[in-house]
């Protein structure tokens, strides 16, 4: 059996997830300067919202958190993977198929639910028209997770992570036909949407079959895999539910102030660039490596796979993380103001951008802790925790919003990301020392936040002495390079100095990725 390279794999994962997430923000950036915050803007969010929420439900989320660990134990003990992942895809097929067209016929409603400050006005009316065509996308993209799972659990992770490249290059390359062509730009853009899940479905496919796991659409069967399937994935669909809800709970607040939907998503594409990065990347690479240790009762090497991906995480995150807080404003003038996004946008833009930035070393965190209970199949204890998060988001968003307005939701969005974080540390105690992060871990976090802090103390000099350059609009890209490399620099040489990484140890990662490849 192919073993997995945790640190390997994440590099893997997350050059590409990288990758994809800088065409994310060029294609932020082009959605910004060709449609603007405005009507047409909210509209699209929310319509393109909706199947990406239901893909968490059926993809990313509850499915493959048991899909995954199911997959990856049969394959470590040879007990008929491919017949269990067939039985998989075909009934997740048809689950999908069976929602789509209720979507598709009930999309005012569903418009309604999660978007009720739309009532009224023309935006809802595009909503309703946007989600129809954006909507099937969820059956493609959720079948292309079911393979991507599959392939991760074999220790193959390019194709599943560029699979997400070729939907911001087809959508980029659409609003770019767009402009020249002279048309719409929005509607090219959301036919582009489907069209890119056929690609991304096609390429996993294709590379799932090229690694002998070959499945093919029939008629569903129930069995008792397929029963032990559900029974993890009800819980987690739930799970998944209730962190929808927190978005969906943000986006009615903000639906009711002008630009304020726009605005939002803008943010959280930014902050989603570092998540993207390190946290996803983390999460498929560590539950299905710690689903066949804990099926080969390797608890020596489960605890350490966990403390070096825990590690390496923060490492790259609260860097990440300080720069938000202490330079959003250039970082958002320079990524969005031009076009139809102004200097009020950029403000607007930044402000969330800081205050999700308080919240990123959470939402990393998150996704190092939940293999830990979805390696053991259970997903009913990140189920309730969910729950008390999601109670958390839902008093500060409405709470505040009388009194802060449309802010209320990014402030409500990090208090609920650091509950669920203390919630899900506090219930892995119980699994002992295997779940805990080991003494390597908890002596090298304070040097990566005493690293993090000088490092944020440079920016925040070097963003003084460069705001002449970064008010130029001709120059400030280069200014804003610049005092990323500033901040670069300084971080590697405190992080040196102070121990919190060693370069001696990056090198030998990448010699021995060099020798394996």
């Not at 005012?108 to 595009?126: E, H, I, K, N, S």
């Not at 090298?444 to 609009?473: D, H, K, Q, T």
Request: a positive charge; charged letters at 15%; aromatic letters at 10%.
């Amino acid at each position: 059996m192919k073993p997995i390279r945790l640190i390997a794999g994440i590099m893997t994962v997350g050059f590409w997830t990288l990758l994809s997430r800088v065409l994310g923000v060029v294609r932020e950036i082009m959605i910004l300067a060709l449609i603007g915050p405005g009507p047409v803007m909210d509209a699209f969010v929310a319509a393109f919202r909706l199947p990406n929420m239901f893909r968490r439900f059926f993809a990313e989320g509850a499915f493959n958190a048991a899909f995954v660990p199911i997959f990856s134990k049969k394959l470590e003990a040879d007990e008929n993977p491919i017949r269990f992942a067939t039985n998989a895809l075909n009934g997740l097929a048809f689950v999908l198929l069976i929602l789509t067209g209720l979507a598709l016929v009930f999309m005012p409603g569903l418009v309604w639910l999660t978007a009720g400050g739309f009532a009224g006005d023309g935006r809802f009316g595009m909503t309703v028209d946007y989600g129809r065509v954006v909507f099937p996308y969820i059956l493609l993209i959720s079948l292309a997770a079911l393979f991507s799972g599959a392939l991760n659990a074999t220790g193959r992770f390019a194709a599943a992570a560029a699979a997400p490249v070729f939907l911001n290059i087809i959508v980029c390359a659409a609003m770019g036909l767009a402009t020249l062509a002279g048309g719409a730009v929005v509607e090219w853009l959301i036919w582009a949407v489907p069209l890119a899940g056929v690609a991304q479905l096609a390429l996993v496919w294709i590379a799932a079959d090229r690694a002998g796991v070959r499945l093919r659409p029939a008629r569903p069967r129930w069995t008792p895999d397929m029963k032990r399937l559900v029974v993890v994935a009800v819980p987690a669909a739930l799970a998944g539910g209730v962190m929808q809800i927190n978005l969906l709970v943000g986006q009615q607040v903000a639906s009711h102030f002008d630009k304020a939907v726009g605005w939002l998503y803008a943010a959280d594409r930014l902050y989603q660039l570092p998540l993207g990065v390190v946290g996803i990347a983390v999460g498929i690479v560590l539950l299905p490596d710690l689903s066949r240790r804990l099926k080969a009762e390797d608890e020596a090497g489960s605890r350490n796979a966990f403390s070096r991906a825990g590690e390496l995480s923060l490492a790259i995150t609260v860097p990440c993380a300080v720069a938000l807080i202490v330079i959003p404003v250039p970082l958002v003038s320079v990524l969005f103001e031009r076009g139809a996004t102004g200097r009020a946008d950029t403000q607007a833009i930044a402000l969330a951008v800081a205050l999700y930035g308080l919240g990123l070393p959470a939402f990393v965190l998150q996704k190092v802790l939940q293999p830990l209970f979805f390696a053991r199949e259970d997903t009913r204890s990140p189920f309730r925790y969910a729950v008390w998060a999601m109670v958390i988001n839902a008093l500060v968003a409405i709470g505040l919003s009388p009194v802060l307005g449309w802010i209320a939701p990014a402030i409500a969005t990090t208090a609920a990301g650091w509950i669920m974080v203390w919630q899900l540390a506090r219930g892995a105690r119980a699994m002992g020392d295997v779940a805990s992060f080991d003494a390597r871990f908890r002596g090298r976090i304070l040097r990566i936040c005493a690293a993090s802090a000088v490092m944020g103390a440079a920016l925040y000099g070097a963003a003084l002495l460069l705001s002449p350059w970064l008010a130029l609009p001709w120059i400030r890209a280069a200014a804003l390079f610049a005092l990323i490399l500033v901040g670069t620099a300084v971080y590697a040489l405190a992080g040196q100095v102070f121990g919190a990484f060693s370069f001696s140890e990056i090198r030998a990662i990448t010699r021995r990725r060099k020798a394996s490849s």
